[in-house]
């Protein structure tokens, strides 16, 4: 089960029932240490607890620069996206989806993880594990001002933060379906049902392939969502679980999403309780 808990609304949207189901896709990163002499060695080092400095993960994604105590994948690095309440982090493979909360100098998920479930390498695969297992026991965070350092008894990170992630890189790129969210819930897409796709122009006219159907229809994006004209498609009676998913799929792909996230190359798209993660390509 994949399960995003990111969650942007636009004014007038996303009431009770929306955040129910965005606060099922939720993901932990549970804390560590706050002890004393991790506070003392911190504040000499001119660090202070994260929380002193919550404007820092505000629409933020860090990058991995030094990690201690573990060595990753040639080739690989962490990433941790702030957005909102929510915490999407990428251990080199998959990325794992949720609500976050700092307390005490400790980051921590608010309840278990959702992730992607693309295929790995056998060393990848180990190495999101790792990163699973890390924020599962829980880190303590502190900062300088500009970048984040996360610390348990063995193992020493430092993140630093990049640039935002413009949403007008998402024209002119593939976007491929690898999830569906549903019922507060987000699965990976059925192996039978043929991945449903929006190849989007530069100028945000885009083929759409449901999985069933093809047709049309126009991406536009601001700086918070992203917009859908109403789609144009063929009738082809589609069978389950092809139906299931066609329905989800037009659902989000017509009108103002309620909720957006993207990280550069994972996209999760909201929009009346049903919601299409993307792999951006």
Known sequence: ???????????????????????????????????????????????????????????????????????????????????????????????????????????????????????CSDEDAVQDQWVADLLGAGVAATT???DLHLTTDDVSLVLEREPPVDLNTLLGRTWSVVGTLSDGSTSRLPSRVRTPRLVVGEDGLAR?????NTGRTRVQVDRVSVSFAP?????????????????????VVDGRSDYVTFNGWMLLVVRDGYGLVFEVA
């Open 144 to 146: 300088d001002g500009a």
């Open 1 to 119: 089960m994949l399960t995003p808990s990111s969650r942007r609304q636009r004014p007038g949207a996303g009431g009770p029932g929306t955040r129910a189901v965005l606060a099922a896709v939720t993901v932990a990163l549970l804390t560590a240490c706050g002890a004393d002499g991790d506070d003392d060695a911190a504040s000499a080092s001119g660090r202070e607890p994260l929380q002193s400095d919550m404007a820092l993960l505000e629409a933020a994604t860090f990058v991995s620069t030094s990690v201690e105590g573990y060595e990753l994948v040639p080739g690989t690095e962490l990433r941790l996206s702030f957005d909102e309440d929510t915490l999407a982090v990428t251990g080199g493979c998959n990325t794992a989806f949720g609500a976050f909360s700092v307390e005490d100098g400790t980051l921590s998920w608010e309840s278990g993880p959702a992730t992607t479930m693309m295929a």
């Open 231 to 251: 789609p144009t498609v063929t009738r082809v009676r589609c069978r389950e679980p092809d139906r299931t998913i066609e329905r989800i799929v037009l659902s």
């Open 208 to 212: 759409l392939d449901t999985g069933c």
